[in-house]
């Protein structure tokens, strides 16, 4: 397994639309180990290989307390279960140390490929809910931050650019 570079706000390669998975294969298989190694390593709950330049449509997600329930998604789809809201403070990867309030649906219906090229479905709500929808926003090129205030997105696009810069 590796570790692979997340991409950083405002890299536009964040903004690329993702493209489904068509043979799920063992360099894809390789894909998702990396992605989940390198979720761990940050210290998340979810990537998208859209953050790490890859742009096919595969999430990781692991919402438990113990970091033991790792889930693969291979070209997700979701659907809304019911008009519910709710609001969570989301932080990102690819925003490192930014958490903003953002609400989504509450409860959703995932559908997608598992690594056997299967496909399953399971109901979310909570925090599992909420990081898959923000991977899969990611997947279309879409950041947490778009659903931000226009002045709060810039003033986090000028200090990722400064930290950035001094990192250098």
């Known amino acids: ?5 997340i991409l950083i706000f405002p890299d536009q390669r964040l903004r690329t639309v993702a493209k489904d998975v068509l043979d799920i294969n063992e360099e894809i298989k390789t894909l998702c180990n990396d ?10 709950i ?7 330049n890859i742009h096919k449509r595969i999430l990781v997600v692991d919402v438990s307390e113990e970091k033991d329930s790792p889930m693969i998604f291979i070209n997700p789809s979701v659907e809304v ?3 519910e809201e709710k609001t ?7 925003v490192p140390g930014f958490f903003e309030e953002v609400s989504r649906p509450a409860k959703i219906k995932i559908t997608a490929l ?18 898959v929808q923000h991977e899969m926003d990611h ?3 879409k950041i947490f ?7 709060k997105r810039q003033r986090i696009k000028q200090k990722l650019i400064k930290i950035s810069r001094t990192a250098v």
């Open 46 to 52: 979810g990537l998208s290989a859209t953050q790490v």
């Open 1 to 5: 397994m590796a570790l692979l570079k």
């Open 145 to 151: 931050v778009d659903f931000l205030s226009n002045l």
């Open 35 to 44: 992605l989940l190694e390198t979720m761990y390593e940050g210290k998340g």
């Open 114 to 131: 598992n690594l056997g090229g299967e496909e399953f479905s399971i109901e979310a709500e909570d925090l599992l809910a909420v990081a």
């Open 139 to 141: 997947l279309d090129g």
């Open 88 to 94: 969570y403070g989301e932080g990102c990867l690819s």
């Open 81 to 83: 279960l019911g008009q």
